[in-house]
């Protein structure tokens, strides 16, 4: 498999360099103890001949040129977390030609892999348009702003597509590597990992901090006020509207466009991360708890808990002892 590793200045060093390291790893245990040759061809390409990272560390790249022909490319994350940094380097003028680029190899059949901030990249060129894709969570509001023909689920950690695949935040770009991986030997995907101490996940819900993702809006952030002041209560859409001066429907709508989800749907995430914080106290009751966050009983709390995290209370309160 022919990797092209696209390379911008200002990108972020700990996923490009965990993601390279991957397939060494990779290519190590295949020659290794498997008898055969390297399974990947990976090389650091990029639309400028000297790049460097967010920290300032120069990155050999080779230029592409017309005979570099990759099934696949990776586009790392920028070092730019935020959306008055994210924004302005979109338009730079290396970002615009490096989306050129990504639609001219696809155009001659190339896959596109993304991770964090790069799904921002692979997005700029329109190719994700109607379809699914995650990114770094605590820029879905911004991620669904820009593209709002993408179908956003940040909840999960990898989108495969006709595309390619996005991936979630920061070391999402590991979870993309052992995925690209174990496209071409599930064995070896899963030596990798046991020697990185690392699984690939199918969702970062866990991560999520429901918070970060109230702040992009004045009024989901004085919604997401009210509900924490309101979870041990039952949810009332109307009673909502009203406490925050404004219409059912409107704020529904603002719900939708900023968090992607119902009102109802983000205040059982507060209920989900309120119940994850208090089973921090491993000798706290379930019913308790369940009680604190306004269910009637455990059972219920237990099931919401494995569908919107994927795991049950045992495993959680074992995650953070």
């Not at 730019?80 to 059949?109: I, M, S």
């Not at 046991?194 to 429901?210: E, G, H, K, T, V």
């Amino acid at each position: 498999m022919r990797i092209s590793v696209l390379a911008l200045d200002g990108l972020w060093a700990t996923g490009f360099t965990v993601t390279l390291d991957a397939f060494v790893l990779a290519n190590s245990f295949s020659a290794r103890q498997m008898g055969g040759a390297p399974y990947f061809d990976v090389s650091v390409v990029g639309v400028r001949r000297k790049v460097r990272s967010g920290q300032g560390w120069t990155i050999p790249v080779r230029t592409i040129t017309p005979d570099l022909k990759p099934d696949w490319i990776i586009v790392p994350a920028l070092n730019t977390g935020t959306p008055d940094r994210l924004l302005p380097a979109l338009e730079r003028p290396d970002v615009k030609q490096a989306t050129v680029q990504l639609l001219k190899w696809h155009a001659e059949g190339a896959r596109i892999a993304a991770s964090c901030i790069g799904v921002f990249l692979l997005a700029e060129t329109g190719l994700l348009d109607q379809r699914e894709a995650t990114t770094t969570w605590w820029l879905a509001p911004l991620f669904r702003q820009r593209y709002p023909s993408v179908r956003l689920n940040e909840s999960r950690m990898l989108v495969p597509s006709d595309v390619g695949v996005t991936a979630g935040a920061a070391m999402g770009h590991l979870d993309l590597a052992l995925w690209l991986i174990r496209q071409s030997s599930p064995e070896l995907a899963t030596t990798v990992s046991r020697y990185l101490l690392a699984d690939i996940r199918s969702s970062q819900a866990a991560y999520i901090i429901p918070n970060h993702l109230a702040q992009a809006d004045p009024l989901i952030l004085r919604f997401e006020r009210w509900a924490r002041e309101h979870l041990n209560k039952g949810f009332s859409l109307q009673d909502a509207a009203k406490a925050l001066a404004t219409s059912a429907r409107t704020l529904q709508r603002r719900c939708d466009a900023v968090l992607g989800k119902s009102p109802l749907s983000y205040f059982q995430d507060l209920r989900v991360e309120h119940a994850q914080s208090l089973l921090h106290g491993n000798d706290v009751d379930l019913e308790a708890i369940a009680t604190e966050v306004g269910y009637a009983d455990g059972s219920t709390l237990r099931t919401l808990l494995r569908e919107r995290l994927g795991r049950g209370v045992r495993d959680l309160r074992a995650d953070l002892r």
